[in-house]
């Protein structure tokens, strides 16, 4: 299984920040990629500039049948149709995906680096990955979203919220 997160904190030409991620979504399906679980959205501040506008986060269960690299390909194409453009580190963006496993695939090169090399860190990645695979374990560290969300700063694991929303699409 693959898990990718898709995040948004900007509006766009497509509309709000839950229209960018729907639309990513279905960009996904159009380019044959199955999906099989989307979570809710989840709300976190932007980091480490809490003044830029909040994170909605999700996470997707997918499966793809060719290598990574084409995924990626897919990926960095289908941010470029929704409107992303290259902007510093950490800025506002009206959409990002990250590929966070890829079918516990272990890469590290100056282009791919497999798992992403922050999931264990990440609120808004853990989270959504603990509500759709729960038994999903981390493919270096060995250890389940649950265990790692409770190594999360207290800080961490309370300006997360989880919303009573979904992405509109059919799976």
Sequence with gaps: ???????????????????????????????????????????????PNTN??????????????????????????????IG????????PRIIDIDIIDFKGFIKNTKKFILPHPKTHLRNFVLYPIYQIDPKWSHPILKKNAAFLINKLSQKSRIEITRLKKNVNIQI
């Design 52 to 81: 830029f506008p909040k994170f909605l986060n999700i996470g997707v269960l997918v499966n793809f049948e060719k290598d990574y690299t084409e995924f990626f390909r897919i990926t960095n194409l289908i941010e470029k149709k």
């Design 1 to 47: 299984m693959i898990h990718i997160n898709i995040g948004s904190n900007l509006e766009s030409i497509h509309g709000s920040k839950i229209d960018n991620i729907s639309i990513a979504i279905n960009l996904l399906q159009e380019a044959k990629v199955r999906i099989i679980k989307i979570s809710n959205f989840y709300e976190t501040p932007s980091y």
């Design 84 to 91: 992303r453009i290259k902007t510093p580190k950490n800025h």
